[in-house]
């Protein structure tokens, strides 16, 4: 079966520093890897996906994550980050089974 | 607005009751999936319907059942139900069943059991 580790549940980071938001899985397969975040009282969005291809995957609102096969790793970046990115964000797995899993989550406090 | 909708957006009830939960997914996709988002155990897949079956199973207890209906809205019957069920709870949809498509999440039910 799959897991998904996301390292630190709460990330702060100041107005216009780099955002990092780390994401490990474990597969015996190659998997399908999705980053999505999910804003106060409201359901979860797709900021990004990889599928096959280019390991590097750009998103929405000036994220991209970049698969990394040999660390296991999907970590989410953003060179810059705004006030409206404090959100909760979650990195994600699912096989072809179609079993889908999901990380706890990292809760992303932007400091003015 | 992802186009998927779910009703009601808050329920309260009592333990030992039986709710049901009801998801619309966006227009042309057939693919829906439930998934319950509580603070300890995260967000966990509960199951996934295609086109009224069956495709995939989560961590879904005995006391939940779910079903797809012929135009495609959802519902999730949760009964006997106890504290420790009170958590958000999301509905998906997508066009494919595929593991690689791109899920649509509804704004949520938050269930509250007293």
């Known amino acids: 079966a799959q897991s998904v580790t996301q390292l630190g549940s709460h990330v702060s980071v100041s107005e216009g520093a780099l955002v990092l938001l780390r994401c490990n899985y474990s597969?015996?397969?190659?998997?399908?890897l999705f980053w999505y975040v999910q804003y106060p009282n409201q359901g979860l969005q797709l900021l990004l996906k990889y599928t096959t291809g280019a390991t590097l995957v750009k998103g929405i609102n000036g994220f991209e994550a970049e698969f990394k096969k040999s660390e296991t790793s999907f970590h989410l970046t953003k060179p810059s980050a705004h006030r409206s990115d404090a959100a909760e964000y979650f990195c994600?797995?699912?096989?072809?089974?179609?079993?889908?899993?999901f990380g706890t989550g990292t809760s992303l406090t932007v400091i003015p | 607005d992802s186009g998927v909708t779910q009703t009601p957006k808050h329920l309260i009830t009592a333990t030992g009751q039986r709710v049901t939960l009801r998801c619309s997914p966006r227009?042309?996709?057939?693919?829906v999936y439930w998934y319950q988002q509580s603070l300890d155990q995260g967000l966990q897949f509960l199951i996934q319907?295609?086109?009224?079956?069956?495709?995939a199973k989560g961590n879904i207890l005995e006391r939940f059942s779910a079903q797809q209906f012929p135009d495609l809205h959802s519902e999730l019957n949760l009964s006997s139900l106890e504290l420790g069920d009170s958590a958000l709870y999301f509905c998906?949809?997508?066009?494919?069943?595929?593991?690689?498509?791109?899920?649509?999440f509804g704004p949520g039910t938050r269930l509250t059991v007293l």
């Open positions: 994600a797995v699912s096989e072809p089974g179609n079993q889908f899993y």
């Open positions: 998906a949809s997508s066009v494919d069943p595929k593991a690689a498509d791109t899920q649509y």
């Open positions: 227009s042309g996709d057939l693919s």
């Open positions: 319907y295609y086109n009224g079956e069956e495709r």
């Open positions: 597969s015996s397969v190659p998997p399908y």
